[in-house]
Nanobody, 115 residues
Framework: QVQLVESGGGLVQPGGSLSLSCASS????????ISWYRQAPGEQRELVAL???????TYVDSVKGRFRISRDNARNTVYLQMNNLKPEDTAVYYC?????????WGQGTQVTVSS
């Protein structure tokens, strides 16, 4: 069983920044690609960014240049630094990992961008 715990969400004004963390208790975390997804009210869950075991990132076009994903394998933690936030970034953010055909999710953390 893989457990993921997100933290760092909150309320921020447009143009502000937040840093999300995703921690896992298992060592398998460091040997897997880790993804951040988000889901806005009434919308489907969408992939925001992912990072491979080698540290190579991929971003959805809407966050390129504003978000940065990184990982600390020694701490079994993945981060999502979000800058220049926009109201359309408002969503619940989830981290996720695929292990032997099963996708595991954290409980999510709410990010609200509003003035």
């Amino acid at each position: 069983q893989v457990q993921l715990v997100e933290s760092g969400g909150g309320l921020v004004q447009p143009g502000g920044s937040l840093s999300l963390s995703c921690a896992s208790s298992g060592s398998i975390f460091s040997r897997r690609t880790i993804s951040w997804y988000r889901q806005a009210p009434g919308e489907q869950r969408e992939l925001v960014a992912l990072i491979t075991t080698g540290g190579n990132p991929t971003y959805v076009d809407s966050v390129k240049g504003r978000f940065r994903i990184s990982r600390d394998n020694a701490r079994n933690t993945v981060y999502l630094q979000m800058n220049n936030l926009k109201p359309e970034d408002t969503a619940v953010y989830y981290c996720s990992v695929l292990v032997t055909g099963t996708r595991y999710w954290g409980q999510g953390t709410q990010v609200t961008v509003s003035s």
